[in-house]
């Protein structure tokens, strides 16, 4: 199978843009909901109807990417959910919960940009048995462009090849909020799972500030974290403090950002110490088992993890 084809073949509105597993008929369920509203139980039993009782949260960014890894990624992730026998036969699939900000680019004429870590999902949505979710923070309006279907966040398309689509809002009256609203939301749905015996675990590429927070606060809760090494920015940061026990690239964006617009160096140092406290905090209490890193777009070595946590699971045969 030539996952770069077979993705391109997909990134449509049209009827064969249907994820593999249809969890509603209708079609995509889209729920917008303020922060500490709880997550409707229509949304959450989409998650129930996954075969492996299991969820994978993708997050971080493709800042700073070359062509090369950027081309890589989406096909990276479908290689790494199957896992064949000597002769090509399909032995084990994803078939749990793949969850992400849902977010996609597209062209003029409204076609998906398979580009982004947020189209993980549903990508994946298209190969595998999977239920594909997103949380959306609503970061700019929140509009449907006329000259195709779809809804959009300012300049990005809502992906509805997912089957269960949140839109996290500060309220109606405010147009903008920030990058990180739906956080809180997704790390409460994820432990509400973990405590009903499921599996949770994060895959982190790139990402700035919010990407590192919610590193430590997946490693705070317990979640079996990925990070993928080579992916830049605050995931390889991560791996350097975690592996290494060098923090100097730890909150680096951040003190360039700050002191780039004068703010008081001494300030500047002070909130960065601050935030490596925190995480080293956080770092003292991880379990060995906790964490694995993974080379970038090394499609054997995410299967192989992704196998050994129960991610990947025997293919059911058809009756």
């Known amino acids: 199978m030539n996952a770069q084809t077979q993705t391109a073949a997909v990134s449509t509105f049209a009827p064969v843009a249907a994820p593999v597993f249809a969890a509603d008929a209708r079609g995509a369920l889209i729920t917008v909901k303020n922060p500490g509203e709880a997550l409707p139980p229509a949304f959450k039993l989409k998650a129930a109807q996954a075969r492996t009782q299991a969820i994978i949260r993708v997050g971080g960014g493709c800042k700073g990417f070359t062509k090369e890894a950027q081309e890589g990624m989406l096909p990276y992730f479908i290689a790494a959910g199957r896992q064949t026998d000597a002769n090509g036969k399909l032995q084990k699939e994803l078939s749990c919960v793949v969850f992400s900000g849902g ?69 109606a009256a405010v147009n903008a909020g920030a990058w990180d609203l739906d956080v809180p939301d997704y790390f409460t749905f994820m432990e509400s799972l973990v405590e009903q015996e499921w599996k949770a675990g994060m895959i982190f590429l ?114």
């Open 206 to 319: 790139n990402g700035g500030d919010i990407t590192r927070d919610e590193i430590y606060g997946a490693l705070k809760r317990g979640f079996h974290v990925m990070v993928v090494e080579g992916s830049l920015r605050e995931t390889d940061a991560f791996i350097k403090a975690y592996r290494d026990g060098d923090w100097s690239a730890t909150c680096a964006e951040f003190k360039a950002k700050q002191l780039g617009k004068g703010r008081d160096a001494a300030e500047v140092d002070a909130a960065v110490k601050k935030v490596h406290d925190a995480c080293k905090e956080v770092l003292a209490g991880v379990k060995p088992n906790q964490v694995s890193i993974l080379p970038l777009n090394d499609a054997d070595a995410l299967r192989a993890v992704l196998i050994e946590r129960g991610y990947l699971t025997d293919v059911v045969e058809a009756a």
């Open 103 to 171: 977010t996609v680019n597209r062209t003029a004429d409204g076609t998906m940009l398979d580009d982004m870590v947020t189209s993980v999902p549903g990508v994946l949505a298209m190969h595998y048995p999977v239920i594909a979710l997103s949380t959306t923070p609503r970061t700019d309006d929140l509009y449907a462009q006329r000259q195709f279907p779809g809804l959009s966040v300012g300049d990005q398309g809502l992906d509805l090849r997912a089957h269960g689509l949140v839109v996290v809002q500060e309220s």
